[in-house]
């Protein structure tokens, strides 16, 4: 059994930051890729950002340039640090991981970004 665990998610103002944290914890045995999404009300879910296992980045145009992922292979754990915040940004954001057993999502932490 895989869980992970997100954490600093919160309200925040247009222009601030916040830096989310997403920890995994059992049965691991290899963790490939980690990656962080995002679901605003009525919407999809859409990725935001993602890590390779040798540290290789992506983002989509809308947040290129204002977060940035990064992951602690020691401590199984990925982050997310959002910059330059916008109320767009506003949405419950996940955490996603690839290992060889299966792919796991975290339960969710809700950002909100006020005008």
């Known amino acids: 059994q895989v869980q992970l665990v997100e954490s600093g998610g919160g309200l925040v103002q247009a222009g601030g930051s916040l830096r989310l944290s997403c920890a995994a914890s059992?049965?691991?045995?290899?963790?490939?890729?980690m990656g962080w999404y995002r679901q605003a009300p009525g919407k999809q879910r859409e990725l935001v950002a993602i890590i390779s296992s040798s540290g290789d980045t992506n983002y989509p145009d809308s947040v290129k340039g204002r977060f940035t992922i990064s992951r602690d292979n020691a401590k199984n754990t990925v982050y997310l640090q959002t910059n330059s915040l916008k109320p767009e940004d506003t949405g419950v954001y996940y955490c996603?991981?690839?290992?060889?057993?299966?792919?796991?999502w975290g339960q969710g932490t809700q950002v909100t970004v006020s005008s």
């Open positions: 059992g049965s691991i045995f290899s963790v490939n890729a």
């Open positions: 996603r991981i690839w290992t060889r057993a299966g792919v796991y």
